[in-house]
């Protein structure tokens, strides 16, 4: 059983900066694709980025493209996530997520394994 711990959220400004990183646990961490998604208050949990199992691929929504940035190491077993630009609709709780089907991270469906959550509040 993985388990998957997100870290470095907090409240910033708007226009300010925020990294959050996920340690996962477990073996062949190595072998899956990670991804960050969001649930604004009130709202559906969203896709925000995903990265290959190689970290040769990476998928954005729209919404974040050329403000975010989703890395891995995979010799630490970490993901992360450079939020820039941070913008009040950003706000959310953001979750780390394994896929466990696709280990390109083009697709995420039922076989995806969740962290707690961690929140984000950007002020205006």
């Known amino acids: 059983q993985v388990q998957l711990v997100e870290s470095g959220g907090g409240l910033v400004q708007a226009g300010g900066s925020l990294r959050l990183s996920c340690a996962a646990s477990g073996r062949r961490f190595s072998s899956y694709a990670m991804g960050w998604f969001r649930q604004p208050p009130g709202k559906e949990r969203e896709f925000v980025a995903a990265i290959s199992w190689t970290g040769g691929r990476t998928y954005y929504a729209d919404s974040v493209k050329g403000r975010f940035t989703i890395s891995r190491d995979n010799a630490k077993n970490t993901v992360s996530l450079e939020m820039n630009s941070l913008k009040p609709e950003d706000t959310a709780v953001y979750y780390c997520?394994?896929?466990?089907?696709?280990?390109?991270?083009?697709?995420?469906?039922?076989?995806?394994?969740w962290g707690q959550g961690t929140p984000v509040t950007v002020s205006s």
């Open positions: 997520a394994r896929n466990r089907e696709d280990p390109y991270g083009s697709r995420w469906a039922d076989l995806t394994d």
